[in-house]
Protein backbone atom coordinates (compact mmCIF):
# COMPACT_ATOMS: atom_id res chain seq x y z
CA UNK A 1 0.00 0.00 0.00
CA UNK A 2 3.05 2.22 0.87
CA UNK A 3 5.72 1.83 -1.09
CA UNK A 4 9.67 4.65 -0.13
CA UNK A 5 12.26 4.32 -2.11
CA UNK A 6 15.81 6.35 -1.35
CA UNK A 7 14.25 8.75 0.89
CA UNK A 8 16.91 11.16 1.27
CA UNK A 9 16.85 14.22 3.97
CA UNK A 10 18.94 17.00 4.87
CA UNK A 11 18.40 19.87 7.81
CA UNK A 12 21.43 22.27 6.83
CA UNK A 13 23.92 20.26 6.85
CA UNK A 14 22.86 17.42 8.47
CA UNK A 15 22.22 14.26 6.50
CA UNK A 16 19.71 13.00 8.52
CA UNK A 17 17.93 10.34 5.92
CA UNK A 18 20.23 8.44 3.94
CA UNK A 19 18.54 6.33 0.80
CA UNK A 20 15.80 4.60 3.40
CA UNK A 21 13.65 1.96 1.76
CA UNK A 22 10.05 1.00 2.77
CA UNK A 23 7.10 -0.91 1.74
CA UNK A 24 3.88 -0.91 4.35
CA UNK A 25 0.82 -3.50 3.56
CA UNK A 26 -2.96 -3.06 3.94
CA UNK A 27 -3.57 -4.25 7.41
CA UNK A 28 0.20 -4.31 8.75
CA UNK A 29 1.28 -3.09 12.49
CA UNK A 30 4.85 -1.58 11.92
CA UNK A 31 7.03 -0.66 14.64
CA UNK A 32 10.08 1.54 13.95
CA UNK A 33 12.69 1.63 16.98
CA UNK A 34 16.15 3.41 17.24
CA UNK A 35 18.00 5.50 18.86
CA UNK A 36 17.19 9.53 19.77
CA UNK A 37 18.40 11.19 16.44
CA UNK A 38 18.35 8.43 14.02
CA UNK A 39 15.68 9.98 11.71
CA UNK A 40 12.80 7.91 13.34
CA UNK A 41 10.44 10.74 13.60
CA UNK A 42 12.05 12.88 10.19
CA UNK A 43 10.65 9.25 8.41
CA UNK A 44 7.32 9.37 9.46
CA UNK A 45 6.69 13.02 8.71
CA UNK A 46 8.01 12.18 5.29
CA UNK A 47 5.51 9.21 5.19
CA UNK A 48 2.86 11.21 6.33
CA UNK A 49 3.56 14.23 3.86
CA UNK A 50 3.73 16.57 6.60
CA UNK A 51 7.35 16.72 5.43
CA UNK A 52 8.84 16.58 1.80
CA UNK A 53 11.84 14.69 1.12
CA UNK A 54 15.02 15.83 -0.76
CA UNK A 55 15.55 13.05 -2.53
CA UNK A 56 13.58 9.98 -3.20
CA UNK A 57 9.53 7.98 -3.94
CA UNK A 58 6.62 7.92 -2.12
CA UNK A 59 3.75 6.06 -3.44
CA UNK A 60 0.59 5.17 -1.83
CA UNK A 61 -1.56 3.10 -3.77
CA UNK A 62 0.65 3.87 -7.17
CA UNK A 63 -0.54 7.65 -6.35
CA UNK A 64 2.85 9.60 -6.64
CA UNK A 65 2.25 11.83 -3.92
CA UNK A 66 5.83 13.93 -4.37
CA UNK A 67 3.75 14.87 -7.78
CA UNK A 68 0.65 16.79 -6.10
CA UNK A 69 0.07 20.04 -5.68
CA UNK A 70 0.19 21.27 -1.96
CA UNK A 71 -3.49 21.82 -2.13
CA UNK A 72 -3.80 18.56 -3.84
CA UNK A 73 -1.78 16.94 -0.87
CA UNK A 74 -3.40 18.60 2.37
CA UNK A 75 -6.66 17.35 0.58
CA UNK A 76 -4.91 13.52 -0.11
CA UNK A 77 -3.36 13.69 3.33
CA UNK A 78 -6.75 14.34 5.21
CA UNK A 79 -8.65 11.97 3.55
CA UNK A 80 -5.77 9.17 3.63
CA UNK A 81 -3.27 9.44 6.34
CA UNK A 82 -4.40 9.60 10.67
CA UNK A 83 -1.74 10.88 12.90
CA UNK A 84 -1.04 10.44 16.58
CA UNK A 85 1.08 11.92 18.10
CA UNK A 86 3.07 11.54 21.95
CA UNK A 87 1.35 14.96 23.35
CA UNK A 88 -2.56 14.30 22.06
CA UNK A 89 -2.82 17.36 20.47
CA UNK A 90 -6.43 18.44 21.47
CA UNK A 91 -7.74 21.55 21.46
CA UNK A 92 -8.85 22.73 25.14
CA UNK A 93 -11.84 24.57 24.25
CA UNK A 94 -14.00 21.70 22.73
CA UNK A 95 -15.72 18.46 23.80
CA UNK A 96 -13.93 15.03 23.30
CA UNK A 97 -16.89 14.98 20.05
CA UNK A 98 -15.64 18.15 18.86
CA UNK A 99 -12.14 17.31 18.63
CA UNK A 100 -12.63 13.97 16.83
CA UNK A 101 -14.96 16.02 14.30
CA UNK A 102 -12.69 18.53 13.33
CA UNK A 103 -10.61 16.32 10.86
CA UNK A 104 -14.09 15.74 8.55
CA UNK A 105 -15.29 18.90 8.94
CA UNK A 106 -12.20 20.08 7.60
CA UNK A 107 -13.02 17.40 4.39
CA UNK A 108 -15.93 19.35 3.89
CA UNK A 109 -18.51 16.06 4.85
CA UNK A 110 -22.02 16.18 6.29
CA UNK A 111 -22.28 17.38 9.96
CA UNK A 112 -24.96 14.68 10.85
CA UNK A 113 -23.06 11.66 9.48
CA UNK A 114 -19.77 12.79 10.76
CA UNK A 115 -20.97 13.31 14.41
CA UNK A 116 -22.43 9.98 14.25
CA UNK A 117 -19.26 8.39 13.09
CA UNK A 118 -17.39 10.00 15.75
CA UNK A 119 -20.18 9.03 18.48
CA UNK A 120 -19.34 5.24 17.48
CA UNK A 121 -16.05 5.75 17.57
CA UNK A 122 -15.43 7.00 20.58
CA UNK A 123 -18.07 4.62 22.16
CA UNK A 124 -16.32 1.69 20.34
CA UNK A 125 -13.21 3.12 22.31
CA UNK A 126 -14.44 2.71 25.82
CA UNK A 127 -15.37 6.92 25.93
CA UNK A 128 -19.21 7.34 25.36
CA UNK A 129 -19.91 8.80 28.60
CA UNK A 130 -17.07 11.07 28.04
CA UNK A 131 -18.79 13.09 24.31
CA UNK A 132 -19.08 16.43 25.80
CA UNK A 133 -16.28 16.64 28.32
CA UNK A 134 -13.26 18.48 27.62
CA UNK A 135 -9.82 17.65 27.83
CA UNK A 136 -8.96 19.07 31.09
CA UNK A 137 -12.11 16.60 32.29
CA UNK A 138 -10.74 13.82 31.18
CA UNK A 139 -7.52 11.56 32.04
CA UNK A 140 -3.84 11.27 29.79
CA UNK A 141 -5.44 8.12 28.57
CA UNK A 142 -8.62 9.08 27.43
CA UNK A 143 -7.51 11.95 26.02
CA UNK A 144 -5.65 9.97 24.19
CA UNK A 145 -8.03 7.71 23.15
CA UNK A 146 -9.65 10.85 22.23
CA UNK A 147 -6.41 10.98 19.67
CA UNK A 148 -7.09 7.47 18.25
CA UNK A 149 -10.55 8.31 17.37
CA UNK A 150 -9.92 11.92 15.79
CA UNK A 151 -6.85 10.27 13.51
CA UNK A 152 -9.49 7.91 12.54
CA UNK A 153 -12.54 9.57 11.55
CA UNK A 154 -11.76 10.08 7.95
CA UNK A 155 -11.55 6.20 7.46
CA UNK A 156 -7.53 6.59 6.40
CA UNK A 157 -5.77 3.97 4.83
CA UNK A 158 -2.93 4.33 7.20
CA UNK A 159 -2.41 5.85 10.88
CA UNK A 160 0.94 7.17 11.75
CA UNK A 161 1.86 7.26 15.37
CA UNK A 162 4.60 8.75 17.27
CA UNK A 163 5.49 7.65 20.44
CA UNK A 164 1.82 7.10 21.15
CA UNK A 165 2.20 6.21 24.70
CA UNK A 166 4.98 7.66 25.36
CA UNK A 167 3.34 10.11 27.77
CA UNK A 168 1.20 7.90 29.86
CA UNK A 169 1.58 5.56 32.54
CA UNK A 170 1.91 2.08 32.58
CA UNK A 171 -1.99 0.69 32.64
CA UNK A 172 -2.74 3.60 30.20
CA UNK A 173 -0.14 2.52 27.81
CA UNK A 174 -1.00 -0.87 27.45
CA UNK A 175 -4.87 0.10 27.49
CA UNK A 176 -3.59 2.13 24.13
CA UNK A 177 -1.36 -1.03 22.46
CA UNK A 178 -4.68 -3.47 23.27
CA UNK A 179 -6.80 -0.85 21.22
CA UNK A 180 -4.02 -0.42 18.32
CA UNK A 181 -4.34 -4.22 17.89
CA UNK A 182 -8.04 -4.17 18.30
CA UNK A 183 -8.49 -1.74 15.57
CA UNK A 184 -6.51 -4.11 13.35
CA UNK A 185 -8.36 -6.96 14.10
CA UNK A 186 -11.57 -5.56 13.62
CA UNK A 187 -10.93 -2.77 11.27
CA UNK A 188 -8.45 -3.96 9.19
CA UNK A 189 -6.53 -0.74 10.52
CA UNK A 190 -2.83 -0.16 9.09
CA UNK A 191 -0.29 1.41 11.78
CA UNK A 192 3.41 2.83 11.41
CA UNK A 193 4.46 3.50 14.86
CA UNK A 194 7.33 4.55 16.44
CA UNK A 195 7.94 3.47 19.41
CA UNK A 196 10.74 3.37 22.51
CA UNK A 197 8.31 0.52 24.00
CA UNK A 198 9.73 -2.51 23.73
CA UNK A 199 6.60 -4.20 24.75
CA UNK A 200 4.65 -2.53 22.05
CA UNK A 201 7.17 -3.40 18.90
CA UNK A 202 7.44 -6.29 20.34
CA UNK A 203 3.67 -7.28 19.60
CA UNK A 204 3.58 -5.40 16.20
CA UNK A 205 4.10 -7.63 12.68
CA UNK A 206 7.27 -6.52 12.07
CA UNK A 207 10.21 -3.92 13.46
CA UNK A 208 12.35 -1.18 11.54
CA UNK A 209 15.51 -1.00 13.32
CA UNK A 210 16.55 2.55 12.32
CA UNK A 211 20.53 3.76 13.00
CA UNK A 212 22.25 6.74 10.99
CA UNK A 213 19.24 7.46 8.60
CA UNK A 214 18.57 4.13 7.59
CA UNK A 215 16.91 1.09 8.17
CA UNK A 216 19.29 -1.64 9.04
Do not use: W
Request: include cysteine; proline fraction near 2%; aromatic fraction near 6%.
Amino acid sequence: MIIAKDIHKHYDKIHVLRGVEIEISKGEVVAIVGKSGTGKTTLLHILGTLDKADQGILNYDEIDVNMLSDKSLSAFRNQHIGFIFQFHHLLDEFTALENVCIPAFIGKKDRSTVEERATELLSYLGLAQRLDHKPNQMSGGEQQRVAIARSLINEPDVVLADEPTGNLDTQSSEDIHKLIFDLRRDFNQTFVIVTHNEDLAARCDRILQMADGIIV
